[in-house]
């Protein structure tokens, strides 16, 4: 079956509007260890998707409808959040802002420069999100200790009531509920989760530009990009036509890392606000959410770690759908040094 990939932009990279080093008390080297990548404001394009029709498509537009009028500023919020986030010890780090642009440009024209600064790891921090203290901290000592892992995420949420928590299992299966979360959680793998706080080993990054310039003759196509692909179908009835999938930036971003042979993991010990900036509400996990009994059951039961295993290397190669929904051999350390569990449930 053929299929065409269509992309919602073709920028594989550009200028940021802030670049600002925050080196520790004694300068390590000339490279940030961490660059923090963070979309400011409201989206300037007014079209940011084509259903083309010479492919078969409806030929409809979609719009983006700005909801803040002042693209270059934050929440004071996130202002505070900055002040009280806690690094880990002695590593430089590195702030970058995109404003003006869809967070799909933004981020990927982010991650080219943070590779180009020779950076080891990316977070990317949406402006409407406020992690807990210690969410960068912890974040980074588990992709550390777990080379296996390409991207982890903390907890975020939609911003409407009733809130659910935007992380997946499986592709158009909606919200994912059944992991641990609240203190004592223990991470877990996932399919994907959005982009509002999330770690990047860059190293990972660079093997799925190769990958995907592989599959596309050598041409290099943006890591950060909504993708609609349209595949031939053949029907006795119909004839051949052709049936679309859509892939959001930020899930197309997971899928692509485990094609690459890594794993995506949720810290649910890590939960984050999620800011309406109109209204000063700010949304979070609700405390009726099963990943906090999990926690509290588990521990009752006396049980401090759920997999005995050794961490291990990854093994190189695709993750298979199997090892995605059914998790993966190996333990997976957290940021306490604890084998965590390496299983979907």
Known sequence: MASFHQFNHDVLDGEVTIHFDRPPDIKLSNAPKIVFAIPVGSKRLNTHFLCSKEHGGCGSEWADVPAITTPSMVPVQLMLSYHNLQMPLNVSTTFLTVSGYLSSVARQIMTKRAIQLGAKYIIYWDDDTLPPQDAAYRLYNFMEKNPQVGIATAVCTTRVEPVEPVIYAAHGDGAHWDFECGPGAIPEPIFASGGAFCIARISAIVDVIEMLKAQNDGQEVPVWADEKVLTDYEDKERGIYKRGTFWGHDVRFYRLMQEAGYHAVVHGALLCGHLD????????????????????????????????????????GPVSDEERGAGVAGGLQDSGGSPAVHSAH
Not at 293 to 307: A, H, P, S, T, Y
């Open 277 to 316: 900036a109109q209204t000063g509400i700010v949304y979070e996990m609700p405390k009726d959410a099963p990943g906090f009994k999990k926690v509290q059951e588990r521990l009752k039961n006396g049980n401090l770690k759920q997999d005995n295993s050794e961490n291990q290397e990854g093994t190189g």
